[in-house]
């Protein structure tokens, strides 16, 4: 029953918002995309509240959106962790861990939207919003992101520039935005009008096209050095992107592996995360 409702109900919203457009194509975008960026799950879940209590530090404003902060101290370099879609800092517990033994000071955030942060959507460029004040205030020298995470990340400092960041470190992160679009009007059905109408929202928002958003494109001028791991097999985001992303991003080092999957939390990838910082 339930493999049928998640069947029909996308369906039924691309109905309604096709449907919609017919009548008004700017309302039906605006909710559309609102659809889009709205994550299902991601808030704190009870089994993640002990760990995640004890490392509260504060709440930082970020356009006007409540943004927890976590801070794990340490003695050595700040490290700040970014955690991907419908996720949030408790999925960084097992590489805490292992920083917090090499005396690492560790800051997280959870994303708009997710954990204890306020907002009820998430786009990358809201994650970059709220990665900026959280940089300024605690200035780390590396940053460390999974998945859109680190999409939002290669954005905010393509966007900031000097920033004091030394090294970056993605993990599982998609290069191109258009994908996830094309995605999301395959699952409801979507017809080009719509289509279209959600593309002209897009930049009436964002002041610049879907295609546009581009990390692949990003990094072509980044002087700070960079880790890229993927899985040869990640079925969330394809290892082309990162592999989009290394050939433009000139100080980069690319790491497959295979049969990790997305999540990427084997103690070979925390290894290869601490060796390339020690370095």
Same mark, same amino acid.
């Given at each position: *029953?339930?493999?049928?409702?998640?069947?029909?109900?996308?369906?039924?919203?691309?109905?309604?918002?096709?449907?919609?457009?017919?009548?008004? !194509?700017?309302?039906?975008?605006?909710?559309?995309?609102?659809?889009?960026?709205?994550?299902?799950?991601? !808030?704190?879940?009870?089994?993640?509240? +002990?760990?995640?209590?004890?490392?509260?530090? /504060?709440?930082?404003?970020?356009?006007?959106?409540?943004?927890?902060?976590?801070?794990?101290?340490?003695?050595?370099?700040?490290?700040?962790?970014?955690?991907?879609? /419908?996720?949030?800092?408790?999925?960084?517990? %097992?590489?805490?861990?292992? =920083?917090?033994?090499? @005396?690492?000071?560790?800051?997280?955030?959870?994303?708009?939207?997710?954990?204890?942060s306020g907002s009820k959507t998430f786009t990358a460029? *809201?994650?970059?919003?709220?990665?900026?004040?959280?940089? /300024?205030?605690?200035?780390?020298?590396?940053?460390?992101?999974?998945?859109?995470?680190?999409?939002?990340?290669?954005?905010?400092?393509?966007?900031?520039?000097?920033?004091?960041?030394?090294?970056?470190?993605?993990?599982?992160?998609?290069? /191109?935005? =258009?994908?996830?679009?094309?995605?999301?009007?395959?699952?409801?059905?979507?017809?080009?009008?719509? *289509?279209?109408?959600?593309?002209?929202?897009?930049?009436? =928002?964002?002041?610049?096209? *879907?295609?546009?958003?581009?990390?692949?494109?990003?990094?072509?001028?980044?002087?700070?050095?960079?880790?890229?791991?993927?899985?040869?097999? @990640?079925?969330?985001?394809?290892?082309?992107? +990162?592999?989009?992303?290394?050939? %433009?991003w000139k100080k980069s080092e690319l790491v497959k592996?295979?049969?990790?999957?997305?999540?990427?939390?084997?103690?070979?990838?925390?290894?290869?995360?601490?060796?390339? =910082?020690?370095?």
């Amino acid at each position: *029953m339930k493999k049928t409702l998640n069947k029909i109900l996308p369906k039924a919203y691309g109905l309604y918002f096709n449907s919609l457009a017919i009548f008004s !194509r700017k309302k039906a975008a605006e909710k559309a995309f609102l659809l889009f960026c709205t994550p299902r799950k991601g !808030r704190v879940k009870p089994h993640q509240k +002990s760990f995640l209590d004890a490392a509260k530090s /504060e709440t930082i404003k970020a356009e006007g959106v409540n943004i927890q902060i976590y801070n794990w101290k340490g003695n050595k370099d700040t490290i700040l962790l970014l955690h991907g879609w /419908e996720s949030n800092s408790f999925r960084w517990k %097992n590489l805490i861990s292992i =920083l917090t033994k090499e @005396d690492y000071n560790i800051i997280a955030l959870d994303a708009p939207g997710h954990g204890y942060s306020g907002s009820k959507t998430f786009t990358a460029v *809201m994650y970059s919003e709220a990665i900026k004040p959280v940089v /300024e205030k605690y200035k780390p020298k590396h940053i460390l992101a999974h998945s859109i995470g680190g999409m939002s990340a290669i954005y905010y400092h393509h966007n900031v520039g000097d920033n004091g960041v030394e090294k970056i470190i993605t993990l599982g992160s998609p290069s /191109e935005f =258009l994908p996830f679009i094309t995605s999301y009007k395959e699952i409801l059905g979507l017809n080009e009008n719509i *289509m279209k109408a959600i593309g002209e929202h897009f930049f009436r =928002l964002f002041g610049f096209k *879907m295609h546009e958003f581009s990390t692949a494109k990003f990094v072509e001028n980044f002087d700070t050095a960079g880790l890229l791991i993927h899985d040869k097999f @990640d079925k969330v985001t394809p290892v082309s992107g +990162s592999e989009k992303v290394h050939e %433009n991003w000139k100080k980069s080092e690319l790491v497959k592996t295979e049969g990790f999957g997305h999540s990427l939390h084997q103690d070979e990838v925390s290894k290869k995360v601490l060796a390339f =910082l020690k370095s």
